[in-house]
């Protein structure tokens, strides 16, 4: 018997006929011949619903609680979709995330899983059930419920795939595969038949929202086959893969964006006073993200070093920099909000060398200033004013044709 796991978003599960849709789609699988784990998300906007309802009483409410308050959203949808799978002749059992033992870091509001002690999913299996597991959460060493950062449902589902050594993973979702870059904004964005691992991680730590990075780290790792597809549809979707045959001639396969980046700079008296790794350090203690680094030392000029950080880490990181002005030795700080980060990515731009130019080029004839870039073998993305983003992304996506199916290219 086929082991599958299948995941389903919030706008798949966002009301009870949704729910009964999916139930519906679970009894086919099942029909089939397969054994499922069904994954799913809170119901339609709840988590967002439910940060508001914590910020009503407090702007920063302990991590921990907010934790505690956003786990029931998926908690909710783990027993409705039992109760209509049951309805429909099926035996099914609904799990929380420590039901299901997974087991995470502490770090609360984005922790990683550790290791899943999948004995109860493999019983209700063995007993011929539906496994309905929430998504997005686990617990700590210390029994502390625990999230595993916003999107998180996609790593719980790929996450148990490697863990009970399921054949595949499907990730159902509102659009029918991963696109040249977001449908909902960028004008004639095409369905990727097929993506390598590697470009799909890069579209998703850029700001492609349509999978949670490390539930593609975790397929690449345990080469879990893995595909995104709809749940209103029954058409293909884009199956991930390690090696995918087309990407030779592509230069670029995906345009992606992400708003709300700040860029921070560090000023320092004089370079020998500067510590890269020591600021960075005493960063990644306190999980503060950075992104793309730009250090500067220009005889005759202030040493600089700067970096982006998302906006919600912004009051965090200037707190922590503040703490440790002394050890750290500079002398002040200042940052510029309203940026966004536009980025291509595409295997074959490792061998192509004009792609950079060509963006570049490509955002001046537009108008666009640039404020920082960064490339990678497989990437090249710029911070620009975030009032600019959406007007590059779709300079970008036309300037590299992305709307042409591939076999057209030569
Ligand atoms: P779910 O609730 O099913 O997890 P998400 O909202 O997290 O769904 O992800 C689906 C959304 O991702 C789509 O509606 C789309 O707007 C967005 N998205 C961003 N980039 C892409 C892309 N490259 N391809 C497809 N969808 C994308
Ligand atoms: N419900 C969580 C969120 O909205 C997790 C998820 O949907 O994957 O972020
Ligand atoms: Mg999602």
């Known amino acids: 018997m086929n082991k599958l796991v299948v995941k389903f978003g919030g706008t798949s599960v966002a009301t009870t006929a949704h729910i009964q849709r999916v139930a519906a789609r679970v009894l086919k699988e099942v029909e089939k011949g397969n054994s499922l784990v069904v994954v799913v998300s809170a119901m339609g906007k709840t988590t967002d619903q439910l940060v508001h309802m914590a910020n009503e009483l407090c702007a920063e409410p302990s991590k921990r609680e907010l934790d505690v308050l956003l786990t029931t959203g998926e908690q909710v949808t783990i027993s409705l979709l039992s109760i209509a799978l049951q309805k429909l002749g099926l035996k099914a059992q609904s799990f929380t995330g420590w039901q299901a033992g997974i087991h995470t870091e502490t770090v609360p509001s984005n922790a990683r899983i550790e290791q899943i002690d999948t004995q109860a999913i493999e019983r209700a299996l063995a007993e011929g059930k539906v496994a309905v597991v929430a998504g997005f959460q686990g617990v700590d060493s210390n029994d502390n419920i625990t999230t595993l950062g916003r999107g998180g449902s996609d790593t719980t589902a790929v996450a148990i795939a490697a863990a009970i050594q399921a054949q595949r993973c499907d990730i159902y979702t509102d659009v029918e595969g991963v696109y040249t870059s977001d449908p909902?904004?960028?004008?004639?964005?095409?369905?990727?038949?097929?993506?390598s691992y590697d470009e799909m991680l890069e579209l998703a730590h850029l700001g492609a929202g349509v999978l949670h990075p490390r539930s593609v780290e975790l397929a690449k790792n345990y080469e879990m086959p893995m595909s995104v597809r709809s749940s209103y549809c029954e058409e293909e979707g884009t199956m991930l893969k390690e090696e995918v045959q087309m990407e030779k001639d592509i230069v670029v396969r995906g345009v992606a964006f992400e708003g709300d980046i700040i860029r921070l700079t560090v000023y320092y008296e004089a370079p020998y006073t500067s510590s890269l790794a020591s600021i960075f350090t005493t960063l990644a203690k306190h999980h503060i993200n950075v992104d793309i680094i730009v250090q500067s030392v220009i005889p005759n000029m202030t040493p600089t070093v700067s970096f982006s950080v998302k906006k919600e880490q912004l009051k965090e990181a200037l707190i922590i920099l503040g703490e440790h002005?002394?050890?750290?030795?500079?002398?002040?700080?200042?940052?510029?909000?309203?940026?966004?980060?536009?980025?291509?990515?595409?295997s074959g731009m490792a061998s192509n060398p004009g792609v950079a130019a060509t963006m570049f080029d490509c955002l001046y004839k537009e108008g666009i200033p640039v404020k920082m870039v960064s490339t990678s073998e497989i990437k090249v993305s710029v911070v620009i004013p975030q009032e600019e983003m959406l007007h590059a992304a779709n300079a970008l996506h036309e300037q590299f044709d992305l709307s042409i199916l591939p076999e057209t290219i030569a």
């Not at 050890?327 to 002040?332: A, K, M, P, Q, S």
């Open 184 to 195: 909902r904004y960028v004008k004639n964005a095409r369905k990727i038949p097929q993506l």
């Open 325 to 346: 002005k002394d050890t750290l030795g500079f002398d002040h700080i200042d940052h510029e909000a309203e940026l966004a980060k536009v980025s291509i990515v595409g």
